[in-house]
């Protein structure tokens, strides 16, 4: 993905604190207590804000957000949930503000979140059925909270839910500088805000350590704050038994038995998370629990999950697309906790939202937003594709095709980071210049023009073939709608180490000169209108910029490669007759009616 891009995905995504901006509490008396004492099993004790209605004479429903970025940043949320007759408990988590104990990023929570639900349930304001508010790192707790069964948890909202493993600390086992820029965040118990909001100094650092080459696993050094937990998640570069005692297992999923409402948007960087335990649930749960969990995918970014906005990154949106999300919380917990009326926003159990119309369309289920994936397949001219006004083709049906496209990618070459740290346009959706200034370094191919309006929903895939003549390598894989004016519009995209591209739980090194089929599946969702006239546009290339860790193409240990590892690799890929690389493209289902309620 171009860099543009890539920021917008990382600083409005994985595990940031979003500003609020909720609206102001009604003018309804709260009473507030600082400083209450959460015990846990272990006698470490956290430390809780307490909102509750004034003159509250019966026990109500409890609110818990379980937070690592200082239980104060909730206020407003406390104030409007109590002024609507809950209990809100604003917690720090353990280790940070003023609670006590070590914090261990994220593999805490579980155990945790399970003691402060039923410390809740036993207090005389709680009337024994508790919930959870909070999104990236505090959607990530609650679905921590819930695979440990505390009794008394009756619902779970996770907003833009990170999975460890999946999508932070790292995407596709590629790990992000960002990491230690959250980390910062997140040192010492109190705030490190204004270190964190530093973008300059952070791109500065970020490109830096890329222009010099550093070694990924000494950049925390380099950056100034030597981190354990940095050391620990990079010593363990791929999916498996250490990520997964993160996350629920199968017999965790099959035993939730609450309603779930899930929330990700569209461009919500932590979306692959939220999506895989939407996922895992859908899998594994029971009937019954499935039936009960709904899902919510907008057009937002990841602060957008939270508080949505008319416009961002140069993406402007309908005023369908702001919703209330207080009032939808409230709607829910009102459902769930308090045997109210179902939200009227949920007509199905998959609301999702379509930019171009900006329009909310339902479905029964997540799969059923596509009704079927039509194959583009790639092809050139005398293998001319590297460049936007020189490119290959996407195309429909299986005529005769041949030949081959090809890049070369030097690890080496660091000329796009001086203009990528400068591009501060705000438009990291639109801007083109970030694919013009990589001209002949990737692989460009475009559809013809769309004959009529054509609706996209779901997620696209990629096969393609592919011959490395190095063991090693990184890809990246963005899909855009360009529309018939010439804009352009991000759409999603992938990303694959080339030692992963059987399993993310292996490594198996590329044999040299061998053709191999690469499957990209793990594209982000993307519900799109393309306008007559409009094409999509397929960039495949390589991973080179300062915000994911740089592959030197050796085959050797990433995390300690440097520039003495450096292999320039060429990347060939075959459209021919026994190699039809091929893009597949999620052709939207017709509209559910908004009358047919699911159950």
């Known amino acids: 993905m171009l860099r543009s891009a890539w920021r917008l995905l990382l600083l409005a995504s994985s595990l940031v604190v979003s500003p609020v901006f909720a609206a102001p509490a009604p003018e309804t008396p709260v009473d507030l207590q600082w400083g ?6 272990d006698g470490v004790e956290l430390q809780a804000t307490l909102y509750r209605p004034q003159g509250q004479r019966e026990g109500l429903p409890c609110i818990l957000s379980l937070t690592p970025y200082i239980a104060q940043n909730y206020h407003d949320r406390g104030m409007y949930f109590a002024a609507h007759g809950y ?8 280790g940070r503000g003023n609670s006590g104990g070590t914090f261990t990023p994220l593999l805490q929570e579980a155990n945790d979140g399970h003691d402060v639900v039923e410390w809740l349930a036993k207090q005389s304001y709680c009337n024994g059925r508790i919930t959870m508010w909070g999104g990236s790192y505090g959607g990530y707790d609650q679905w921590a909270t819930a695979k440990e069964k505390p009794p008394h948890l009756a619902t779970i909202v996770p907003v833009a839910a990170v999975m460890p493993g999946l999508d932070f600390p790292m995407r596709s086992n590629i790990f992000y500088p960002y990491d230690m820029r959250w980390l910062t965040y997140v040192s010492g118990r109190a705030t490190q805000d204004k270190l964190f909001g530093d973008e300059k100094m952070w791109n500065t650092l970020f490109k830096s350590a890329h222009e010099a080459h550093a070694p990924f696993n000494t950049i925390d050094a380099r950056f100034g704050n030597p981190s354990p937990a940095f050391q620990q998640w990079i010593a363990n570069p791929m999916q498996g038994d250490y ?22 948007g569209h461009y919500d960087g932590d979306q692959p998370g939220a999506l895989a335990f939407y996922a895992g649930h859908m899998k594994h749960g029971t009937p019954a629990a499935r039936e009960r969990h709904y899902l919510i995918i907008g057009p937002w970014d990841h602060a957008g999950t939270r508080t949505p906005r008319a416009e961002y ?59 079927r994936h039509e194959e583009y397949f790639l092809a050139s001219d005398g293998g001319r594709a590297n460049d936007v006004y020189a490119s290959g083709r996407l195309e429909t049906g299986k005529g005769k095709r041949g030949g081959a496209d090809r890049y070369v990618y030097d690890p080496l070459d660091v000329s796009a980071a001086a203009d990528d740290a400068a591009d501060e346009s705000g438009s990291e959706l639109t801007d083109q210049r970030g694919l013009l200034r990589r001209s002949g370094k990737h692989l460009v191919y475009h559809t013809a023009p769309f004959a009529k309006d054509t609706d996209i929903a779901g997620f696209f895939r990629l096969s393609a073939w592919l011959k490395l003549d190095q063991r090693d390598t990184d890809f990246s894989v963005d899909v855009y709608a360009i529309a018939p004016d010439g804009s352009s519009l991000f759409l999603t995209n992938d990303v694959m180490r080339a030692r992963h591209r059987e399993s993310l739980r292996e490594e198996k090194l590329v044999t040299p000169g061998k053709v191999e089929r690469y499957d990209f599946q793990s594209f982000t969702f993307v519900a799109r209108q393309l306008k ?21 193409n050796s085959g050797g240990v990433v995390n300690t490669e440097s520039a003495k590892d450096a292999r320039t690799v060429t990347v060939e890929l075959l459209h021919d007759a026994q190699h039809p690389s091929a893009l597949y493209v ?4 017709e509209r559910k009616p908004a009358g047919s309620p699911s159950p």
């Open 36 to 41: 209450v004492k959460i015990p846990l099993r």
């Open 87 to 94: 209990v809100f408990a604003s917690v720090d988590v353990r």
């Open 243 to 264: 990520w997964d005692r993160y996350n629920p297992t199968a017999a965790q999923y099959a035993a939730l038995d609450l309603p779930i409402l899930t929330i990700t």
């Open 313 to 371: 990154a140069g993406l402007k949106l309908g005023s369908a697309s702001l919703l209330d999300m207080n009032a939808l919380h409230r709607d829910w917990y009102d459902w769930t906790l308090k045997s109210g009326r179902k939200p009227d926003f949920l007509k199905a159990r998959v609301a999702y939202y379509v930019t171009g119309p900006d329009e909310w369309r339902y479905a029964d289920t997540l799969d059923a937003v596509t009704a």
């Open 532 to 552: 007559r006239g409009s094409r999509l546009r397929l960039v495949f290339g390589p991973i080179n910029t300062f915000n994911l860790q740089k592959n030197y």
């Open 586 to 589: 999620p052709i939207a289902a």
